[in-house]
């Protein structure tokens, strides 16, 4: 089974600055790779797929890079409405997916 | 526009059944996989099951193998989580959600999300 690792698991920043997230995959999962952000109380949001595309409508200060095993999510220029926490996720086979056990960005 | 409802989640006790389901609108349903992702309280997301636009494929993550099935009735756009011999660390929200295409099968909409409190 393939394992999913994050870190940091919480990071402390302020408004306008430029945050990197990592994600790691115990074995290569190509580009199968997404991002989402949660808020409390709130559904998931999809925010970057096939590791480096931009879903529809999500701001473009969000990027997705990294292939294989290190993929990396980057906010050009952190926003209020982006402190929440955000998972990664493999989607390598329908036969069994895994999140990330997730960063939570919050205010410094 | 894409809605998935879910409902069916309670309080139940610890060895129950329960039997949730999750109504789809604003799309084909029959033309996506679909998918169970749970959360237990604090905790992160927890990818359930998966099933093939006919019902005919089903996946499981381990936890739940032998005790949870999946199903869907495509004429009635529902989705379905039958949930029998409960446990406590079975106690999460449970989402529904769409997978995207059958090259690109990436989670594009949720639901709102169903409280399953397993008690002892």
Known sequence: DIQMTQSPSTLSASVGDRV??????????????????????KAPKLLIYKASSLESGVPSR??????????TLTISSLQPDDFATYYCQDYNTYAGFTFGPGTKVEIK | EVKLVESGGTLVQRGGSLRLSCEASGFTFSFHWMSWVRQAPGKGLEWVANIRQDGNEKYYVDSVKGRFTISRDNAKHSLYLQMNS????????YFCARLRDSYNYVF????????????S
């Not at chain 1, 990197?20 to 109380?41: E, M, V, Y």
């Not at chain 2, 594009?108 to 008690?119: F, M, R």
């Open chain 1, 20 to 41: 990197t997230l990592t994600c790691r995959a115990s074995q290569s999962i190509g580009a199968w790779l997404a991002w989402f952000q949660q808020k409390p109380g």
């Open chain 1, 62 to 71: 969000f990027s997705g890079s990294g292939s294989g095993t290190e993929f």
């Open chain 2, 86 to 93: 409960l446990r406590g660390d079975d106690t999460a929200v």
């Open chain 2, 108 to 119: 594009d909409y949720w639901g709102q999300g169903t409280l399953v409190t397993v008690s």
